[in-house]
Protein backbone atom coordinates (compact mmCIF):
# COMPACT_ATOMS: atom_id res chain seq x y z
CA UNK A 1 0.00 0.00 0.00
CA UNK A 2 1.28 3.68 -0.94
CA UNK A 3 1.71 5.92 2.48
CA UNK A 4 -0.14 9.32 1.87
CA UNK A 5 2.55 11.98 3.21
CA UNK A 6 2.12 15.28 4.38
CA UNK A 7 4.51 17.42 6.15
CA UNK A 8 3.73 15.83 9.43
CA UNK A 9 4.91 12.30 8.88
CA UNK A 10 7.33 12.58 6.06
CA UNK A 11 10.52 12.77 7.65
CA UNK A 12 9.46 9.52 9.55
CA UNK A 13 8.78 7.84 6.64
CA UNK A 14 12.21 9.13 4.97
CA UNK A 15 14.04 7.74 8.10
CA UNK A 16 12.39 4.88 8.96
CA UNK A 17 13.01 3.20 5.32
CA UNK A 18 16.53 2.64 4.18
CA UNK A 19 15.54 2.52 0.53
CA UNK A 20 12.30 4.72 -0.26
CA UNK A 21 10.54 7.00 -3.13
CA UNK A 22 8.51 9.62 -3.11
CA UNK A 23 6.11 10.24 -5.75
CA UNK A 24 4.89 14.18 -6.03
CA UNK A 25 1.67 14.19 -7.37
CA UNK A 26 -1.61 15.81 -8.04
CA UNK A 27 -5.56 14.77 -8.82
CA UNK A 28 -5.38 17.00 -11.81
CA UNK A 29 -2.31 15.18 -13.17
CA UNK A 30 -3.14 13.19 -16.44
CA UNK A 31 0.71 11.60 -15.85
CA UNK A 32 0.51 11.54 -12.37
CA UNK A 33 -3.33 8.89 -12.22
CA UNK A 34 -1.60 6.47 -14.94
CA UNK A 35 1.68 6.09 -12.28
CA UNK A 36 0.21 5.43 -9.30
CA UNK A 37 -1.42 1.79 -10.10
CA UNK A 38 2.31 1.13 -11.48
CA UNK A 39 3.80 2.29 -7.93
CA UNK A 40 1.42 0.37 -6.39
CA UNK A 41 2.25 -2.63 -8.30
CA UNK A 42 5.91 -1.90 -7.13
CA UNK A 43 5.23 -1.95 -3.95
CA UNK A 44 3.02 -4.76 -3.79
CA UNK A 45 5.45 -6.84 -6.06
CA UNK A 46 8.92 -5.84 -4.65
CA UNK A 47 8.23 -4.15 -1.38
CA UNK A 48 10.17 -1.02 -2.27
CA UNK A 49 8.60 1.60 0.40
CA UNK A 50 6.59 4.11 -1.53
CA UNK A 51 5.63 7.28 -0.21
CA UNK A 52 2.97 10.17 -2.09
CA UNK A 53 2.98 13.86 -1.83
CA UNK A 54 -0.27 15.78 -3.29
CA UNK A 55 1.59 18.63 -3.93
CA UNK A 56 -1.65 20.91 -4.31
CA UNK A 57 -2.12 20.05 -0.38
CA UNK A 58 1.61 20.22 0.92
CA UNK A 59 3.36 23.10 -1.25
CA UNK A 60 6.24 23.50 1.16
CA UNK A 61 6.95 20.03 0.99
CA UNK A 62 6.93 20.62 -3.06
CA UNK A 63 8.58 23.87 -2.59
CA UNK A 64 11.56 21.94 -0.47
CA UNK A 65 12.25 19.88 -3.28
CA UNK A 66 12.36 22.12 -5.93
CA UNK A 67 9.33 20.06 -7.67
CA UNK A 68 8.60 22.15 -11.01
CA UNK A 69 6.55 19.55 -12.42
CA UNK A 70 4.93 16.55 -11.83
CA UNK A 71 4.88 13.37 -11.18
CA UNK A 72 8.61 13.90 -9.64
CA UNK A 73 9.60 10.46 -8.05
CA UNK A 74 12.45 11.32 -5.54
CA UNK A 75 14.60 8.23 -4.32
CA UNK A 76 15.61 8.60 -0.60
CA UNK A 77 18.84 6.46 0.82
CA UNK A 78 19.25 6.29 5.07
CA UNK A 79 16.87 9.59 4.90
CA UNK A 80 18.74 11.70 2.42
CA UNK A 81 18.01 12.52 -1.35
CA UNK A 82 19.75 10.43 -3.89
CA UNK A 83 18.11 10.50 -7.20
CA UNK A 84 15.04 12.43 -8.61
CA UNK A 85 13.00 11.43 -11.73
CA UNK A 86 10.29 13.44 -13.96
CA UNK A 87 7.52 12.79 -15.52
CA UNK A 88 5.95 8.70 -16.25
CA UNK A 89 7.97 5.73 -16.48
CA UNK A 90 6.94 2.28 -17.15
CA UNK A 91 7.18 -0.28 -13.88
CA UNK A 92 10.25 -2.18 -15.35
CA UNK A 93 12.22 1.10 -16.00
CA UNK A 94 11.05 1.91 -12.82
CA UNK A 95 12.27 -0.98 -10.72
CA UNK A 96 15.46 -1.16 -12.25
CA UNK A 97 16.33 2.46 -11.11
CA UNK A 98 15.87 1.91 -7.55
CA UNK A 99 17.55 -1.45 -7.96
CA UNK A 100 20.12 0.66 -8.93
CA UNK A 101 20.69 2.11 -5.53
CA UNK A 102 20.17 -0.96 -3.01
Given amino acids: MLEHLT ?9 NNSLCVVDFW ?12 VLEKINEENGY ?3 KI ?3 EEEELALAFSV ?7 LF ?3 KLTDKK ?15 YE
Fill in 26 to 37: ATWCGPCRMLTP
Fill in 49 to 51: AIG
Fill in 77 to 79: KDG
Fill in 7 to 15: KENFNDFIK
Fill in 54 to 56: NVD
Fill in 86 to 100: VGYLPQNELVKWIKT
Fill in 68 to 74: QAIPTLI
